[in-house]
């Protein structure tokens, strides 16, 4: 069994014995993140004429409020074959405030706000489905990605890595 960084720093599982304070520090130290994605199914691939077959894109926000919001897009129509996009939403702008249902249309309407700042607001539909995931609710995971956040450091995920009670508990 490998327990997610966001499960460890969420304190739903107690170990017995504890664990020792150098693997709790680091356990608090690292930061853990969300990366969520948005997907978009369209009538036509709209996105074609001006970039082509192209995989996938990003885009710079035009604002630091708007950092993180579908920031990268995946033309997924080459592998469904549906005219479909999927938007990456990262850290702040992954985590959305409110109920699922209001998550979810929060990250749907800025994805498409992003598209129409690239495309031009005529030329962006109204998606016909969509799908949003929410991994930070996610009880299992909490997120999706460590990283080093401030006070912590490479040592921290040496510290996190090393097997425990003689090599009987591992960490991945």
Not at 37 to 44: E, G, I
Request: net charge positive; hydrophobic share 45%.
């Amino acid at each position: 069994c490998t327990l997610p960084l966001g499960v460890l720093k969420a304190a739903d599982v107690h170990f017995s014995p504890p664990l020792p304070p150098p693997k709790q520090h680091a356990v608090n130290r690292l930061g853990f993140g969300t990366l969520n994605k948005v997907l978009l199914l369209f009538q036509a691939a709209f996105w074609e004429e001006s970039e082509g077959r192209r995989d996938f894109w990003g885009v710079a926000s035009q604002s630091a409020a708007q950092r993180g919001e579908a920031f990268q897009f995946w033309n997924m129509k080459r592998c469904t074959g549906q005219p479909m996009l999927l938007a990456l939403h990262a850290g702040r702008a992954a985590r959305l405030a409110g109920s699922r249902e209001q998550a979810q249309t929060a990250a749907v309407r800025a994805t498409v706000r992003a598209l129409a700042a690239i495309f031009g607001e005529e030329n962006v539909p109204e998606p016909i489905a969509t799908l949003v995931t929410r991994w930070e609710h996610e009880p299992f995971s909490r997120g999706v990605y460590s990283h080093i956040a401030v006070g912590a450091s490479t040592a921290d995920y040496k510290a996190l890595s090393a097997p425990l009670w003689d090599e009987r508990l591992l960490w991945a």
